[in-house]
């Protein structure tokens, strides 16, 4: 019986889909079948439903459980999305959209993900979780083929932000970070957060911003090229990738996702976690107007976290957690604080933000007004 699979393994076929076809290395497929089984049969087990970012499914701060099994489901897609008037990309995604879904879980739960390459999908995939152990991530366990699903279970032993991502090889792996395959998975301390003195806080919101650099190629007009698939783009993407200057760097997929209809809400008063992961470049979050009152930089909840930051620092590969309370109503800027990334190439979220002035906290003494440049001003200079 010819199988889909041995049609993709079959040599015929490469010429005509290489990308799908690509035999993984040595180092990227492992088979641990051979290894003594774990008996994990009194854990409990909940299923979760996984929404699109900037939101994130209901969880639990402080788990009011012992550790569980927890399950996820995702679907890689790979698609056309639009990241700006007359930008187009051959995306790849975890469950359509770019970032893919971030995940909450508590230390000590397992994560048991069913991955699911979707049959019309051209290429090879997996997911590497930062946050497991072993396995490439659980790269090497998970390589699917189109119209093959795999399931990874890991168990979740270092509480924090962490980027997942594909990580299928070779040169494939940065065309497909960057090409939108990356996330955010976040373990929570099963007690919860804690600030720098270690006493508990929580949060009202959490938001899930995922920046993404991409590279389309242009024309000889300097007009963006469009492609039918991911393959037709992969040789020109390369050429622009491979020159480390983005054409696009942007929050949740595309330049505005989340300004005007998008823009992300809070009331004064709320306090809101902002999760920020880059997979592939750093990057600088800053919230203008605002500040980060607790700040875990790295992601990482077993490190104190920073306080009052005005901007924050995350490398290129993981996830940072800012979290602060809104004092003033308004419309902050939300951004990548390189602001050639912010505003020319697309890194600006908008929170806007309900509730009453507050003049004690800032006041306009004097409207914007003609003044006399005879007599005042005179004293500003030394
Ligand atoms: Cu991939």
Redesign the pocket.
Known sequence: MFTRRTALMGAALVAAAPFAIRTAGAEEVMDTSAAAKVDLSSLPRRKVKLLRPPFVHEHEQVASTGPSIIEFEMR?VEKELQLDEGAWVQA?TFNGSVPGPMMVVHEGDYVELTLYNAPENM?Q??IDFHSATGALGGGSLTLVNPGEKAVLRWKATRPGTFVYH?A?GGP?IPW?VVSG?SGCIMVLPRDGLKDHEGKPVSYDRVYYIGENDFYIPRDADGAYKRYADAGEGYSDMLEVMNKLIPTHVVFNGRVGALTGEGALQAEQGETVLFVHSQANRDSRPHLIGGHGDLVWETGKFNNPPERDLETWFIRGGSAGAALYTFLQPGVYAYVNHNLIEAVNLGATAHVIVGGEWNNDLMEQVVAPVEYDALHEGRSALP
């Open positions: 890689i790849m290429m995939h997996n594909c299928p494939m497909h395959m």
